[in-house]
Nanobody
Framework: QLMESGGGLVQPGGSLRLSCVAS????????MGWFREVPGKEREFVAS????????NYADSVKGRFIISRDDAEGTMYLQMDMLQVEDTALYYC?????????????????WGKGTLVTVST
């Protein structure tokens, strides 16, 4: 029900925009968000957005560089990532849950996408 796209290889300082298409009526009734995972490390919260888009939350490591948004008419959520750093390299997962606070924790996520890989490297 969640499908990510937009990952790829980018140089440090570059930008990418991830998209998450939600099907099955998931988007309008859910808080949405993004997690990321690096092999050997715990999956970590990146950003979340409330059902109507009025509330957003960010991990400290991405504040000021990433922007989360949603377009319910299109059934799509986005993550604009600017000033990318090598440390942002990870598999990025789209998530959905009851609200934007719930999806800040992995235990509060009801739906997970399969992930899209972001690689930041020279």
């Amino acid at each position: 029900q969640l499908m990510e796209s937009g990952g790829g290889l980018v140089q440090p300082g570059g930008s990418l925009r991830l998209s998450c298409v939600a099907s099955g009526g998931v988007l309008p009734r859910s808080g949405m968000g993004w997690f990321r995972e690096v092999p050997g490390k715990e999956r970590e919260f990146v950003a979340s957005i409330s059902k109507k888009g009025s509330i957003t939350n960010y991990a400290d490591s991405v504040k000021g560089r990433f922007i989360i948004s949603r377009d319910d008419a299109e059934g799509t959520m986005y993550l604009q990532m600017d000033m990318l750093q090598v440390e942002d390299t990870a598999l990025y997962y789209c998530t959905a849950g009851h609200d934007s606070v719930d999806v800040m924790k992995a235990t509060g996520v009801d739906f997970w996408g399969k992930g899209t890989l972001v690689t930041v490297s020279t």
